[in-house]
């Protein structure tokens, strides 16, 4: 019986990948192999992500026959940014030097042969890796720019043209080389969150310590970290007491308070005190792994304007290739043209019509926004979901947990009945003690961080009732801490009672009420609070072009709508079942075009789904907020948000630059090349220096404030 297949994805480093065109090559080549169903490719990371039912071997032997080397990732690791070899810059060194005294001879007596020489030297040195990498595209029957500038180089041998074939070799050569250097600069910034881990851990081992490479360290093992060191993996406080600086994670600024019971993650700094940590996260697993990962991964996620110059390059390569042979041919054939009149201004067209310009302006720039924003703390999965911030137009947030802190506070403790403040929070805390409500736990929190004392006193007859509240007999009297219809029933909501939780409950805070059958002991205020940035955050998103806010909201129709007042949005809905969210989301939609909805990434992961742009509140890298939203806020600070889509209009606003920018300049060019204006050098020196331009055009936003 045959064996049922299975589709397995492998990821190789291929040294070789540096831009379409290698891809291109790659695409048709393991096109022709049977099992293989998918193709990704990341040129910034030169990885390359196959979905097959064949072989590693047979994928690295189709490389190979291309001229290409492909390394599996478990064995390469992450891969490092490749710079320019010593071979490459010394033949460039050698290609420039003979360009030179060949150019230099032409003003003197010298010999033409000598001059000859030295210009075919120069078009040796500066051409061979250029003509190698032309072989191998057209062994795969793709047409690149090495193909055109070849092309162009045998073409100025041919007319006699030495000197100028030289200049185009040794300019394209060179602008190779800066490209590289440029692209590495961009690739560096990204491979910079790989230095926050340090490769070591100090392992406790009974009295003595020991070290260890991170890759041995088990989960559950207790890590030591002494002032000033970097925290080598994710884990749990169990000892010491310190600050530790997590901006390399969350881009804050303010170091945070670590104590017993606290999170503290891989890459961060431990400032102050030293600290033991159990390690509760592998090193491929923390929270820094992840996020390098996911960016690498959105890296490779085309924004759609880099899909369509794609698509376009692949299109435009070849219809160049063939305007330049109407070029040569129609004056001729037509109108009876000198032939090397035409042929020369054809090889001008071939050069100046190269893509690399239009090819790097987009990647580079969309890297570059993806890279700064996770330095500032936002991790954005791709640059389409960057894109798509650009044109948002209205912002959809949840309330608990996103303009609110999501923990509930006891904000007031009102007593009657000549009972104390204390003895209100002891009783109320010994009820709470057998609830498993969410208000729960704030209450006793508060009541024992003012000092009262809870003691083993039993609550008898304990009961939840749901909705309502809970009740209990202590010391042989009967007491119920519960919401305003339990009271109502027990009638003993007199109207002074009724007027306390008017004012109470109108500032949007939730009270429970301390009783026994009689009369009332106490009312227990408590509230979710807004966090401070919310307001802030949300006239950010208006200066930068957001037409509407919207709370969607799971709670009450009071506190939703002096949240939403305190905070500032437009308009507030309350009392909402995620399917309502999804309803209302999608009523935005058709109204509003873009919408983004920033939530948990936990209860609103169905509307962070049907949005355009699901943002989720991070808290340092949760595994659900990561996996759920296209973009993460790492550090829950909501005025990261305008940042993300500033960045977003900026990228968006660059790549525009660009293309712009590199299409007037290949279009002025051509047209002066036809009319016989340009010379090769010329062009040449007007594609690199376009090519240049954008890709430093496109950098400007690792800078960006």
Not at 79 to 86: D, G, V
Not at 87 to 98: P, T, V
Not at 412 to 417: A, C, I, K
Not at 624 to 640: N, P
Request: proline residues 3%; glycine residues 8%; hydrophobic residues 45%.
């Amino acid at each position: 019986m045959p064996q049922e297949s299975t589709v397995r994805e492998s990821r190789f480093f291929v040294s070789e990948l540096c831009c379409a065109s290698e891809e291109q090559s790659i695409r048709k080549k393991l096109r022709s192999i049977p099992g293989i169903s998918h193709l990704d490719f990341n040129p910034m990371t030169r990885h390359m992500v196959v979905r097959h039912e064949t072989t590693e071997r047979a994928i690295l032997n189709a490389l190979q026959e291309i001229g290409m080397k492909g390394i599996p990732v478990e064995t390469s690791g992450i891969a490092r940014p490749k710079r320019a070899s010593r071979r490459h810059l010394l033949s460039l060194a050698c290609s420039g030097i003979f360009l030179i005294v060949g150019q230099a001879l032409t003003m003197t007596s010298a010999s033409s042969n000598v001059r000859s020489v030295l210009l075919f030297g120069s078009m040796i040195f500066g051409g061979w890796f250029v003509l190698l990498k032309a072989l191998k595209s057209v062994r795969s029957l793709t047409l690149d720019m090495n193909v055109l500038m070849t092309v162009a180089l045998f073409g100025a041998i041919g007319l006699g043209q030495y000197g100028e074939g030289a200049a185009v070799v040794f300019l394209f050569a060179l602008s190779l080389i800066i490209e590289s250097m440029s692209v590495d600069r961009t690739r560096n910034a990204i491979h910079e969150l790989m230095k926050l881990s340090p490769v070591t851990a100090l392992i406790k081992n009974g009295n003595d310590t020991v070290v260890i490479p991170i890759e041995e360290v088990q989960v559950g093992q207790i890590v030591v970290v002494k002032p000033g060191d970097q925290i080598p993996l994710d884990g749990v406080v169990v000892s010491g007491f310190t600050r530790v600086d997590q901006s390399s994670l969350t881009g804050e600024s303010t170091p945070k308070v670590k104590t017993t019971g606290d999170p503290v993650y891989a890459g961060t700094m431990n400032q102050r005190g030293a600290i033991e940590l159990r390690v509760t996260k592998r090193s491929n697993d923390s929270a820094i792994a992840r996020i390098i990962h996911l960016v690498e991964d959105a890296q490779s996620r085309r924004a759609p304007s880099q899909a369509f110059i794609e698509r376009f390059a692949a299109y435009y390569t070849p219809g160049v290739f063939v305007a330049a042979v109407l070029v040569c041919f129609l004056p001729v054939v037509v109108f009876g043209q000198p032939f090397e009149l035409w042929f020369y201004r054809s090889l001008v067209l071939l050069v100046i019509a190269c893509p690399c310009a239009l090819l790097i302006s987009t990647p580079v720039t969309i890297v570059s926004a993806l890279t700064r924003a996770a330095r500032n703390g936002i991790l954005i999965k791709g640059g389409i979901h960057l894109e798509e911030l650009s044109r948002v137009r209205c912002v959809a947030f949840d309330k608990t947990g996103t303009l609110t802190h999501g923990r509930p506070t006891i904000t007031d403790v009102r007593t009657f009945n000549s009972v104390s403040k204390d003895e209100v929070l002891r009783t109320a805390a010994l009820l709470e003690l057998k609830s498993e409500h969410p208000l729960a736990e704030a209450l006793i929190e508060y009541a024992f961080n003012n000092g009262i004392v809870i003691d083993s006193v039993e609550v008898d007859e304990f009961e939840s009732m749901p909705g309502k509240g809970i009740r209990g007999r202590i010391r042989g009297q009967f007491f119920f801490l519960g919401n305003h219809q339990l009271a109502k029933e027990h009638g003993i909501c007199g109207p002074a009672i009724e007027q306390h939780l008017f004012d109470l409950e109108r500032q949007g805070k939730t009270v429970m009420i301390l009783a026994n059958r009689d009369e009332v002991f106490g009312l227990i205020a408590i509230q979710d609070q807004v966090r401070v940035q919310s307001e802030k955050a949300l006239k950010s998103l208006r200066a930068i072009g957001v037409e509407h806010v919207v709370l969607l909201s799971g709670d009450n129709k009071s506190i939703s709508t002096i949240v939403g007042k305190n905070v500032g949005v437009d308009t507030v809905h309350s009392n909402l079942l995620p399917e309502d969210k999804l309803r209302l989301i999608a009523g935005l939609q058709e109204q509003f075009g873009s919408v983004a909805m920033v939530g948990e990434g936990v209860n609103d992961a169905p509307a962070l789904a049907a949005a355009n742009v699901g943002i989720a509140m991070g808290d340092a890298g949760s595994d659900t907020a990561l996996e759920t939203a296209d973009v993460v806020l790492m550090s829950d600070d909501l005025e990261k948000l305008p940042f993300a889509m500033k960045i977003g209009k900026k990228s968006l606003s660059i790549i525009r630059q660009n293309v712009i920018f590199a299409l007037i300049v290949k279009s002025l060019f051509i047209i002066l090349g036809i009319l016989g204006i340009s010379s090769l050098w010329l062009a040449i020196l007007a594609d690199d220096g376009v090519t240049l331009l954008v890709a430093m055009n496109g950098m400007r936003l690792l800078r960006m404030k």
